[in-house]
Structure formats: structure tokens, C-alpha cells
């Protein structure tokens, strides 16, 4: 019933509420909804395509739907200023692709911040205090202790990290607890948490990502697919946060910058409002000439991660390179990730794979009942 009304609740708002709405459990319709009235900026004033670009879409499209908006293919190419066909709406993302190759059903229940450290025990991940799953919480060692033992351990370190575990979407519930906040500021704050956590230690990020904009933490969006045996790597994007956001989500402000194969940061910066921009707005660099370090390793840790998860197969990780040059796991986006920002910024999600994807998710959805709901 609880997931019932929530989509009802969507559906009639076009808003999911951060920390309550499990994006997981919406039908398609509300997904929709809540795509076009707060992930897609209005198109009040954005112009349409024209009749050879309309033509090329529908021909395009043909093949797997009736009909195909173009309002994607209007805000992505005014935004950047180049028209590709295969641009993938992200209406048709979310109801159709995502939903082929991720078990959302899985997810509700997979995709939870405490589960990392066992699921990925190979990859490197911000160093552990300790962690609340239902009523227990563990130490960094994954071993059940009483929360004063946790408390002690917290205490000792200059800063920490406390995040929400499970429907943290766009940075939502990470707090950051400074010297003297440790100790009697972390028992505070965990009461206000109702769910499961995670209580870290800061990443301390490479000097060259640091320079981009050193409050925050600037992570690679990275999205992987799973193909049998390979793991293909179809988007590389830095997040860059702005201001005095400690976090680089767009909702916070964030800029996404698309990377070239050879680290080079693509020209245009993309705010999650939409608006394009071609330097930081406060540290007034020129984002094409900037290379985010260590780039191979952010890779490699993604195809390494990505194969125990066949449940999942198109996956958003998001990867931090530390003061080493080592690649960090920070989160790993098992549904939903989103692509509005990654294809502004760096073209059409599958490239020249599109209409293989397609071909895919398509045969697939044919031979089992509609996923309409």
C-alpha cells in the first residue's frame, strides 16, 4: 500500500521526496512524470528541431517504439549544440533500457551503502569507523560492537564522514563532522538518521582533482556495461562541485564536464539546471584545460567491481582518486543513475552500440509480459 500511494503521489506531483521515495518501486508513468517535471529543465524556450531532424529521429526510433519524443533530442542539442539521432531520451531510459538490464526489484534491497564492503572486498573504499544495518552496528573490522565502541573510535579522528546507506540520491543525507564534532556532535546526528549508515573517513583526493575545487570531493561518473564476459566502459563524466558545497551533485550546484579517453576535460560544463558553461564559476579555469590524473586506475576499478554484479549490467559508479593516485569507490548507482547530464556533456550514451542496445532491450522486452507497471 505504502508504494502504491507513493506513486499515486508522484504521479499526481511530479516530485519524489529525497530520503522517502525508493525510485525503485515507481511504474513507468510516474517515472515519467517525475522525469519531465523535475530531472528535465523546462523547454519553454528552447526551440524545435527541424523537419530533416524530426525525420531522423523518428527514423531512427522507428524499429522499437510507435511514437518517440523529441523533447530530449531538443534540450540536449540546444544545449550543446550538436543533433545526433541516437541520443537515447532518458524517458525511454528509465522505462525501457535500465529496467531491461537492472533487476530493480534486487536493487531495493541490494543497493545499500552498508553492503559495500562485502560485496566489493577487492576494491579500494574510504576507510571504515563503523556502520549501522537494521539494529546492530558494527566497527570497521565488520565485527557487532555496542555504539560506544564506534563512539570511542569516531572520537579520535580530526573529521568524518556520516552517510545515509540506502535512498541517498543526488548527495542527499552525507553530513561531515569537523574536529571537536566527533565525539558528542556524531551521536546527534545519528539520531536523526532512520535508517541504515555508514561513518568513514574522509577521502583525501588527488591534488589535481583538489585544484578543481578543493571543498569537495570531484568524482568520475563512470557507466559500465556488462556484455558476457567484458565489462564496456560507455561514459566517463567528473563531477565538480562549486561555492562552499562539500558535495559535487548537480542538485548541490555541480558542474558535470565530460573526459576524453586521455583525461582531457571536454569544453562544456553542465549545471543541473541545464545551463552551459565553459569555465568554474568561482576558480574561472577553463575546463578543457584540465586533465583528471590517474584515469586507468578509475577504470580499472569499475571492471574489476562490475562482474560480480550480473543482476545489474548497466551500472553508474562514482569513483574518487585519492592523494595517491589510487581509485576509490564511492558509490555504485545499481539503478537509475540518470543520463540527462552524461549526454549533454559527452553525446549519446551508447555511441555507435546505440542501436545494438537497442536490438537488445528490445528482443528482450518481446518475449516477456510488458513492463508498462
Not at 525503485?24 to 517515472?31: D, S
Not at 518517440?68 to 537515447?88: A, C, E, M, Q, W
Not at 555496542?146 to 553530513?175: I, T, W
Not at 565489462?231 to 555541480?254: F, M, P, Q, S, T
Request: hydrophobic share 35%.
Amino acid at each position: 500500500m505504502k508504494d502504491f500511494l507513493e506513486n499515486i503521489r508522484c504521479l499526481l506531483t511530479g516530485r519524489y521526496e529525497e530520503g522517502r521515495t525508493d525510485l525503485n518501486t515507481l511504474w513507468n508513468p510516474a517515472l515519467i512524470r517525475v522525469d519531465r517535471r523535475m530531472v528535465t529543465p523546462s523547454l519553454k524556450h528552447v526551440p524545435g528541431l527541424t523537419g530533416r531532424q524530426k525525420r531522423a529521429v523518428r527514423s531512427f526510433y522507428r524499429p522499437y517504439v510507435r511514437r518517440i519524443t523529441d523533447r530530449y533530442h531538443r534540450y540536449y542539442s540546444h544545449k550543446n549544440g550538436v543533433f545526433r539521432p541516437d541520443y537515447l531520451p532518458e524517458e525511454l531510459y528509465v522505462t525501457e533500457v535500465d529496467r531491461y538490464f537492472s533487476h530493480r526489484e534486487e536493487a531495493r534491497f541490494l543497493d545499500n551503502k552498508c553492503y559495500y564492503y562485502r560485496l566489493f572486498p577487492h576494491i579500494r573504499q574510504p576507510e571504515l569507523i563503523g556502520m549501522r544495518i537494521g539494529g546492530t552496528w558494527l566497527d570497521g573490522n565488520l565485527a557487532p560492537v555496542p555504539f560506544g565502541r564506534v563512539k570511542e573510535a569516531a572520537a579520535g579522528e580530526p573529521e568524518l564522514v556520516v552517510k545515509r546507506a540506502v535512498n541517498s540520491q543526488g548527495g542527499y543525507g552525507v553530513s561531515f563532522l569537523g574536529r571537536g564534532e566527533t565525539g558528542t556532535g556524531l551521536e546527534a546526528l545519528v539520531r536523526q538518521i532512520p535508517c541504515d549508515l555508514v561513518i568513514q573517513k574522509p577521502v583525501r583526493q588527488h591534488p589535481a582533482l583538489s585544484r578543481l575545487h578543493p571543498e569537495s570531493v570531484n568524482t568520475l561518473r563512470i557507466v559500465s556495461l556488462l556484455t558476457g564476459e567484458r565489462v564496456k566502459i560507455y561514459a566517463v563524466c567528473l563531477k565538480i562541485g562549486v561555492g562552499k558545497e562539500r558535495v559535487d551533485n548537480g542538485c548541490h550546484g555541480g558542474i558535470y564536464c565530460g573526459v576524453r579517453p586521455d583525461g582531457r576535460l571536454r569544453p562544456i560544463g553542465i549545471t543541473d539546471s541545464g545551463r552551459t558553461i565553459r569555465r568554474h564559476p568561482q576558480l574561472g579555469y577553463r575546463f578543457e584545460e584540465q586533465r583528471v590524473p590517474c584515469l586507468k586506475s578509475a577504470l580499472e576499478l569499475v571492471r574489476r567491481a562490475h562482474p560480480f554484479l550480473g543482476h545489474f549490467r548497466l551500472i553508474s559508479w562514482d569513483v574518487a582518486i585519492d592523494e595517491n593516485g589510487e581509485a576509490v569507490l564511492i558509490e555504485a548507482n545499481l539503478s537509475l543513475g540518470g543520463i540527462n547530464d552524461v549526454q549533454l556533456c559527452s553525446g549519446p550514451l551508447f555511441g555507435r552500440d546505440t542501436k545494438k542496445v537497442l536490438d537488445e532491450v528490445f528482443a528482450g522486452r518481446r518475449r516477456k509480459w510488458s513492463t508498462w507497471f
